[in-house]
């Protein structure tokens, strides 16, 4: 289980997201995510405050 999902629920997904975006365009959306991930997670490390900033906290647990 990824994030909670089942295997249907994933499958399910990626058909909508592919009917909705297109073929070629899942590549792209799944890099930019990876870099946003990425962003993330050097921003968390870089600056560990950013944690206790409540409206930011959500995003950098």
């Excluded at 499958?11 to 009917?19: N, P, S, T």
């Excluded at 560990?48 to 950098?60: G, H, I, N």
Aim: hydrophobic share 50%; charged share 20%.
């Amino acid at each position: 289980m990824i994030f909670g999902l089942g295997l249907w629920e994933l499958l399910l997904l990626g058909v909508i997201i592919v009917a909705i975006f297109g073929l070629n365009r899942v590549p792209h959306i799944a890099r930019n995510a990876g870099r946003v991930y990425g962003l993330r997670q050097r921003l968390k490390r870089q600056y560990p405050w950013l944690s206790r900033v409540p409206w930011l906290s959500r995003f950098f647990r």
